[in-house]
């Protein structure tokens, strides 16, 4: 566990502005981001980019945050992440107001949750502090691919399979290895590999050197990197990692790293008191669940259409004629967790204690007829936009009286921006959840998968497919139970329709 000092570490506070809500600062408040930006490392047209969004958000909070009359104010930050530019604007007033722009048919908002505005965009419900929103933008580092020669990758491709009495070393990786880590993906994967960010070493290790991402690596006896597994977390001291970024050189497939490797990080993380690991396999062939079961993994869901369908896999013959794919969720433990009590919708109540009894999770599913507790009148929901995988995000941090509404509103929004596939995370261990969570079916959500421990307890995944097909064909399976849960998970999405 990490302590709050090496926590503040990874968020520098670079300036924090607080401006009177009138229209005409807001060229002087642009060209001072501007200039703040561009001296953090942004250049030319992506500063420009971000230049256009700050004005739109704060415009927006100038026009709509505050009633007439009322003497408003709002604070710019500017911020440095690992890897990242980060300006947000946070605000008191009425929340951000998306049916300017989708009324008004104004571009501005659905440029903003691509990349040519920003890298990811998070609208944060600060409760009673007001609003927040964040614009994410990635440092422009160096990108490999721009200055290797493109028959590496082919060459290693081709090569012959490396005998299985070659002795390599599993072991930690340090953050100086991050360009011979992006090096070997390249080598491995050409230009197809899931996660951009593995292409750029410099952000790799500060991801590394802040403990958001913790690695493992495969090392030849020449000192080649030919296999890598990573730990990452969205804070220092969560009790769970998504274990992630595989890679394994083509000449080095059959040699089981993908088990050593894991293996090797899940005991680090039951040594750092960790809970367990969480991870996201494909379901588009079934060998990386296999490996997730032969290390003691369990299935806690599926994910459809969660790959883009940029991503192929043509080692293995797959063809999806440009459709999304799909993933299983597991869960390993490493340590026992805490005993809690958790709170399921009625209708997905059967569901949550199948996947609770098959990961042998120490949880009481409360089913009280008790009177309806009160409820804040107010939800809090945090939205995310993934643009590598055009995903969005609904994590509610606290449901109220008004979640159905406010999901609603949102999905409506995200919908007309095309992003393909949307998710809703629910707190198992609020009461509030059984209330309020089963209403969301009315939506066009269903049921997606559990993720342990994943904030304060247990999350509840919910899953809404915007014009999205995904094929039972076309999702793998390497279980019995995984088997079973799929098909409940389809026969869900069929009802709905």
């Excluded at 709170?343 to 309806?372: F, Q």
Aim: net charge negative; charged share 30%; hydrophobic share 35%.
């Amino acid at each position: 566990m990490r302590d709050t000092s090496e926590a503040e570490k990874l968020e520098q506070l670079v300036v924090r502005v607080t401006v009177s809500a009138d229209a005409g600062f807001l060229q002087p408040l642009v060209d001072f981001v501007r200039e703040t930006v561009h001296r953090l490392g942004l250049r030319d047209e992506a500063a420009e980019h971000l230049d256009r969004v700050v004005e739109l958000v704060c415009r927006n909070v100038v026009e709509h945050a505050f009633e007439p009359g009322n003497d408003g104010r709002y604070d710019v930050l500017v911020l440095r992440r690992p890897g990242q530019v980060v300006v947000a604007v946070e605000d008191q007033g009425l929340p951000f107001d998306y049916e300017c722009f989708t009324d008004g048919g104004d571009p501005v908002l659905s440029e903003m949750v691509h990349r040519s505005f920003a890298d990811e965009v998070r609208f944060v419900n600060l409760g009673r502090r007001g609003n927040r929103v964040e614009l994410v933008k990635n440092l422009p580092h160096v990108d490999v691919r721009d200055h290797l020669p493109e028959d590496e990758h082919r060459e290693t491709a081709e090569a012959p399979a490396a005998s299985g009495d070659v002795p390599l070393e599993i072991r930690m990786m340090r953050p100086e290895e991050s360009p011979a880590l992006s090096r070997a993906v390249y080598r491995s994967y050409g230009y197809s590999y899931d996660w951009d960010d593995i292409y750029y070493p410099e952000r790799i290790r500060e991801l590394q050197e802040s403990g958001l991402m913790r690695s493992c690596v495969a090392v030849s006896p020449e000192g080649e990197l030919v296999g890598h597994l990573a730990l990452t977390v969205e804070r220092p001291g969560a009790p769970v990692a998504e274990a992630g970024q595989a890679v394994v050189d083509p000449r080095f497939r059959g040699h089981q790293l993908f088990a050593k490797m894991k293996t090797f990080l899940a005991s680090r993380a039951a040594e750092g008191g960790m809970y367990g690991l969480y991870s996201e396999a494909t379901a588009i062939h079934p060998y990386s669940q296999k490996g997730n079961l032969h290390l003691g993994a369990r299935e806690t869901g599926f994910l459809l259409g969660y790959i883009p369908p940029s991503v192929s896999y043509k080692e293995i013959g797959e063809d999806r004629a440009g459709r999304r794919g799909s993933v299983a969720l597991f869960y390993m433990r490493t340590n026992q967790e805490p005993q809690r009590e958790i709170y399921p919708p009625a209708r997905y109540r059967d569901v949550v204690r199948w996947v609770v009894e098959h990961n042998g999770l120490r949880r009481t599913i409360v089913d009280r007829s008790d009177p309806r507790p009160e409820l804040p009148a107010s939800s809090r929901v945090d939205v995310r936009v993934r643009q590598d995988h055009n995903l969005a995000f609904l994590r509610v941090v606290e449901p109220g009286n008004d979640l159905r509404e406010l999901v609603s509103s949102r999905l409506r929004e995200l919908c007309l921006h095309r992003i393909d596939v949307i998710y809703v995370d629910l707190p198992l261990s609020n009461l509030a959840t059984r209330i309020g969570g089963d209403r969301l079916e009315e939506l066009g959500f269903f049921f997606g998968g559990i993720i342990p421990e994943a904030g304060v307890g247990d999350v509840l995944r919910l899953q809404y497919l915007n014009n999205v097909e995904v094929e039972r064909g076309d999702v793998s399976t390497a279980s019995d139970f995984g088997e079973e849960m799929l098909e409940f998970v389809f026969r869900q999405r069929d009802a709905l329709s």
